[in-house]
């Protein structure tokens, strides 16, 4: 089965074809990053409007990629939410449309568990059930997966996502947005002995997590050692490690909560490689196999929507062609694969 996935929830307009039999056929990304960083962030109505622009070329585009037309596919899928809403109605209806036109299956597709099933595109996919550690911009959360479909929220933040984290922090050094990667390059300079940031909500019981205290930590430290020589870098560096120390101790109780033996990581902050580097570690320290997607899927991409949709339609699940976005959307809400995976 060919599926075609569009993903639009943010400012990267994703496209990808996946064939449930040959896997990946052809992918493209457009990122507006450059558009919203004069902004400092994401300017919802921009989104829309670019996205409106840069979709169909990009369909043409993968289609050519993947040597198919557009009678060759077997199914839609598009990200139905959680994201911006205007963002979210120009993949929704082009997805509706052109599956209503086509007479074939349409399936909305929930952009956190595309983001989920992400790790499992490579040829040793990891086994169920396991830990999911979701890390995004506008998500961070822990999850029991016993199967596709088949989630248990275990923790989550109770302020900003850990992505936004980075994000407004990076902000504060005056790095431009998105800030996650350009923060992860600056830290690479500091020095992890001058600043110990608090790692917040380990000390006591549970699974959930905040990082909201970490960016005013950040602000006052550059408030009284403003003058000091490399002292961006050396907050960038003790704030990633709280950041990454906070995950792992975390991640390290859900895996004994749990008793799963398997963890993956997936969400634009996945791509951090100190997070990589201390859970692969973690993972040789108490047996767990981490598993990671492949750095280009890590953030929004339209591969994921397409496999996640394609798992869902192959197994005869598929919307109505008047869907409408969802903004808000727990993954806990979706149904059950029935059949395999
Ligand atoms: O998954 P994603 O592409 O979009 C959402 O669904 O939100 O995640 C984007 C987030 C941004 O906050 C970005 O700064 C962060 O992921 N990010 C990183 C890195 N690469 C992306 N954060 C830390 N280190 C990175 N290397
Ligand atoms: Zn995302």
Redesign the pocket.
């Known amino acids: 089965m060919k599926v075609l996935g569009i993903e639009t929830?943010?400012d990267?307009t994703g496209v990808a074809v996946y064939d449930t039999e040959a896997g990946l056929l052809g992918h493209s990304l457009y990122s507006q990053a450059i558009m919203h960083a004069e902004y400092g962030g994401v300017v919802p109505e921009l989104a829309s409007r670019d996205h409106i622009r840069k979709l169909v070329p990009l369909i043409h585009e993968v289609l050519d990629k993947s040597e198919l037309c557009l009678t060759d596919l077997d199914g839609i899928a598009f990200t139905r939410g959680p994201g911006l809403m205007g963002a979210l109605l120009v993949g929704t209806s082009l997805g509706c449309s052109l599956a209503l036109s086509l007479g074939i299956p349409a399936i909305g597709v929930h952009?956190m568990e595309g983001?989920l099933l992400a790790p499992m595109m490579q040829s040793n996919p990891p086994p169920f059930p396991f830990v999911a550690l979701l890390v995004?911009?506008?998500?961070t959360q822990l999850m029991s997966v016993q199967a596709v479909g088949r989630y248990e929220m275990l923790g989550q933040s109770v302020d900003d996502a850990v992505?936004?984290s980075?994000?407004k922090t990076a902000g504060l050094l005056g790095l431009g947005y998105?800030?996650?990667?350009a923060?992860?390059k600056l830290a690479e300079h500091g020095d992890l002995n001058r600043f110990t940031f608090p790692r917040p909500m380990t000390d006591r019981p549970g699974l959930d997590f905040s990082f909201s205290g970490l960016k005013t930590f950040a602000i006052n430290t550059l408030r009284d050692h403003g003058d000091e020589p490399g002292i961006k870098e050396n907050i960038a560096a003790a704030f990633q490690q709280a950041v990454v120390e906070t995950l792992v101790n975390k991640c390290r109780r859900a895996l004994r909560q749990t008793g799963f033996q398997t963890l993956i990581v997936a969400?634009?902050?996945g791509?951090?490689?100190c997070l990589r580097q201390r859970l692969e570690t973690e993972g040789k320290k108490s047996g767990a196999q981490v598993f990671f997607p492949p750095m280009e899927f890590?953030?929004?991409n339209g591969a994921m929507i397409a496999y996640a949709g394609a798992l869902r339609l192959a197994a005869g699940q598929h919307d109505d062609t008047s869907l409408a976005g969802k903004p808000r959307w727990s993954m806990q809400e979706l149904p059950a694969l029935q059949g395999k995976p």
């Open positions: 929830s943010c990267e952009h983001h995004s911009g506008g998500h992505g936004e980075f994000d998105p800030g996650g990667p923060l992860a969400g634009g902050v791509a951090n490689q890590c953030t929004d």
